[in-house]
C-alpha cells in the first residue's frame, strides 16, 4: 500500500524528487509536513491547509493517546475521520515527548514508564508493543518506531546506550506493526557522531525491511554546522537510495534548503505555527516579528510576491502588527496561514528546481539571499 | 447613498422584510450582523464570514480609536480596507463600553471624559463632535450617535436624565456629522417605561432626519417579558415604518425571533463568538455545552441538517468536545462559524416567511421547540 518512486535527481547536489504513495494519496517530495499535534493544526481547518498545498499532516502519538485517548479516535473511525483531513498522516511515536516533557521516566530493556505531566500526572507503561497498538488504533499512513532521543549534547556512552536501546526497540516495533495500510519508519540516531549514525543505520537494516526512515536527534541544540557535519554524509552516502528519508523536527527555512541538497526527503516541525502565535512571519527578507512598531503604518504584505491567502487577499503588515498587539485569534491564523504557505511553496519550488536540474543555483540564490539566517 | 426599501410586510404579525441599500451593497432584512469589536471578528477571517453569509459587519468605536487608533484606520484607508471586508459595515458609538468599561467617568451635558482602562488607564474626553470625527475617520456605512445606555433597573429620574443628555448629544452629532456616504442612525433610549421611550424618540424625530433608528439599552438585565412589555407597542405602533430598526447587543435565537415578530430589522451581539469560545453551540434542540462529558463519543455533527461549513464537513461532537477540552483555537473557530452560521440563517429563514406570508407559523413553531428557552 506504500511506496516511494524517485521522479529526478539532481546532478549537483545530493537532492532527488520523489513521490511518496499512500493509501490516502500522493506526496510529492521534498515535501515539509505542517504539525496538527492534538489532531488539530493550531488555528487552521482542513478546508484551509489544503488551500495552502498541504499534502500531508502529522499529528502526535503521545497527545492523542492522552486525550482523547486511541482506542476513541480508533472508534470514531481513526484519525482522518476524526480530524476530517482525507490525505495523509504521519504520526510520530511520541517517544520525543516522552523523553522531553516527562518530569521522571524508568527507562528499561522492556520498555519506559513515564509520568505523563501535561494530564495529571498519570503514570504511563510503554513498551514498542504497545506503542505499535497505539499507531495501529490512530490508523494514520505512515509510523514512526518508538525511539530514545538524546539530548544534545550527551556523553558518547549515552549515545551509544540511546542508539542501542532504539536499534531493540526498532526490532520489535517491526515484529509487532501488522497493518499493511500503514507503512512503519525506522528512526536513525546517534547524535553527532557519523560511526554512531552509522551503527544505528545498520541495526535498522538488519532488523526489519522498513520502507523509510526517520532521522532524529538532530537540531536538538547543535549548530548548523555540527549537525550537518554527520547529517551530510549519513544522508548521501549511507542511507540506501531508493527509500525516503526524513528529518524529523526541523522547519527553519534554510536547514530545509540544506537539508534537501543532502537528500533529505522529508520535513515536519511546529516552529511556522509556534512563531506565527508569537507575531512572527518568515519571508525573504528574513524573519519579521510583526510585533515591532516599526509595522505599525507598513501598508506592505507580509511578503512581496507571496501568493498565500493572507497575502493574496491584501492584510497589511500595519492591520496585522495590530491583531498580534490585541492578542486576536485573527493575527495567528494569518501569520499560520502564511508561515506554513512559505514551507510548502519553498518545497515546491525546491522539487520543480530539482526537476529542472537547478538545485545547485537555487541553494546558491538561497545562501546569498536575506533569508538565509533565518534559524 | 444609504436607503431602505420594504419588499414585504407579514399580515399576521409586525414582521417585514427588506433590503438596506449602502455604499458597499445591499444587505436583506431582518439581518444578523456579526460583531468584529477591534476590526477582527474573533477568529474568523473575512473569506470565512463570507462563505457563511454575512451580509454586514458591526465594529466598535471604542477600542478601534484606542488601538490602533481612528487617525491610522483612516491613512490604511478605512475599515473596509484595512480589515479587508468589502461589505457593508456598521460601527456602534462606542458609548456603551464608555459606560460600562470605564471604571471612572465624568459626564457634563458637553461630553463624557473616561478612562480607558483596558489601555492603560489613558484619559479621553468625548463630546458629540469628538465622536463623529472618528466615526467619519473609520469610515463605516453606518454609524451610531454618541449615547447614555443606563443599566436595568435604574430610578426613573437617572433614565430620564440619559434621554435628555443621548437626545441632546443626538442633535449635536447630526449637526457635526457631514460625511455624505455614511448613514447615521438616532438611539432610542429610555429604559423599561414607554413613556420615555416615545419621548426619546420625539426628540430624534424632532433634531434630524434619522435615516435610521437603534433602540438601545435592552437586554441589560430584565427578563424578556419586561423587555417585550415596552419594546413591542414602540416599534410596532410608534417607530416610523419606512426606516430601519436595529435593536442594539441583542442575539439570542428567541430574541432575534419574536423581535422580528415586533418589526425589528437588525440584531448584532459578540453571543455566537463569546459563547463559542466557551464551548457552547446554538442547536435546534437548544445550546450544547461542548465540553460536557455527554459528547465525549457523540458521533453526531453539532445540529442536524445544518449546512454551515463545521456541520458540513462533518466535524463531530466528539472531536469538537476533545478541541474544546485541549482549548484548541480550531474548537472556538468551528464553534463560531456554526453560532454565527445559525443566527445568519435564522434570520434568512425568517424573511422568507415574512415574504411567503408565514411567518406567524413560525414564531408559533419557534415557541414550541426546544430551542425557545435557548436565552
Known amino acids: 500500500m506504500f511506496s516511494y518512486d524517485i521522479v529526478a535527481q539532481d546532478s549537483e547536489t545530493h537532492a532527488r524528487a520523489g513521490v511518496l504513495h499512500t493509501p490516502h494519496g500522493d506526496v510529492p517530495t521534498p515535501i515539509f509536513m505542517p504539525v496538527g499535534t492534538k489532531a488539530t493544526v493550531k488555528g487552521l481547518l482542513p478546508s484551509s491547509l489544503e488551500e495552502i498545498g498541504t499534502k500531508i499532516l502529522l499529528a502526535n502519538t503521545y497527545h492523542l493517546s492522552m486525550r482523547p485517548g486511541a482506542e476513541l479516535v480508533a472508534q470514531m473511525g481513526g484519525l482522518h475521520d476524526f480530524m476530517r483531513w482525507d490525505g495523509p498522516i504521519l504520526t510520530d511515536s511520541g517517544g520525543f515527548q516522552v523523553f522531553s516533557l516527562s518530569e521522571h521516566f524508568k527507562l528499561s530493556d522492556d520498555g519506559v514508564e513515564f509520568h505523563a505531566v501535561d494530564y495529571g500526572g498519570e503514570k504511563v507503561m510503554w513498551t514498542p508493543e504497545e506503542n505499535m497498538r497505539i499507531a495501529q488504533l490512530l490508523g494514520a499512513d505512515i509510523v514512526m518506531q518508538l525511539d530514545q532521543c538524546p539530548g544534545y549534547p550527551s556523553p558518547r556512552p549515552f549515545v551509544e546506550r540511546a542508539v542501542e536501546l532504539s536499534s531493540k526497540w526498532a526490532e520489535r516495533c517491526w515484529k509487532a506493526h501488522t497493518r499493511e495500510d500503514q507503512a512503519l519508519f525506522g528512526i536513525v540516531q546517534g547524535g553527532m557522531d557519523l560511526d554512531l549514525r552509522l551503527r544505528s543505520l545498520r541495526h535498522l537494516e538488519e ?169
Chains 1, 2 share one sequence.
Open 207 to 375: 532488523c526489519g525491511n522498513f520502507p523509510g526512515y526517520g532521522i532524529g536527534g538532530y537540531s536538538v541544540g547543535e549548530d548548523h554546522a555540527t549537525m550537518f557535519e554527520s547529517l551530510a554524509p549519513l544522508v548521501s552516502e549511507h542511507m540506501p537510495k531508493g527509500k525516503p528519508r526524513y528529518l524529523m523536527g526541523v522547519g527553519n527555512p534554510t536547514t530545509l534548503v540544506r537539508g534537501v541538497a543532502c537528500g533529505i526527503d522529508m520535513f515536519d516541525c511546529v516552529l511556522p505555527t509556534r512563531t506565527a502565535r508569537m507575531g512572527t512571519a518568515f519571508s525573504n527578507e528574513g524573519r519579521l516579528n510583526l510585533k515591532n512598531t516599526r509595522f505599525r503604518q507598513d501598508q506592505r504584505t507580509l511578503d512581496e510576491g507571496c501568493t498565500c491567502p493572507a497575502c493574496s487577499a491584501g492584510f497589511t503588515r500595519a492591520y496585522i502588527h495590530h491583531l498580534v498587539r490585541q492578542r486576536e485569534m485573527s493575527g495567528s491564523i494569518l501569520l499560520s496561514l502564511h508561515n506554513i504557505h512559505y514551507l510548502l511553496d519553498l518545497m515546491r519550488r525546491a522539487r520543480e528546481a530539482i526537476v529542472a536540474g537547478t538545485y545547485g543555483s537555487f541553494v546558491r540564490d538561497w545562501e546569498s539571499s536575506p533569508a538565509v539566517n533565518d534559524y
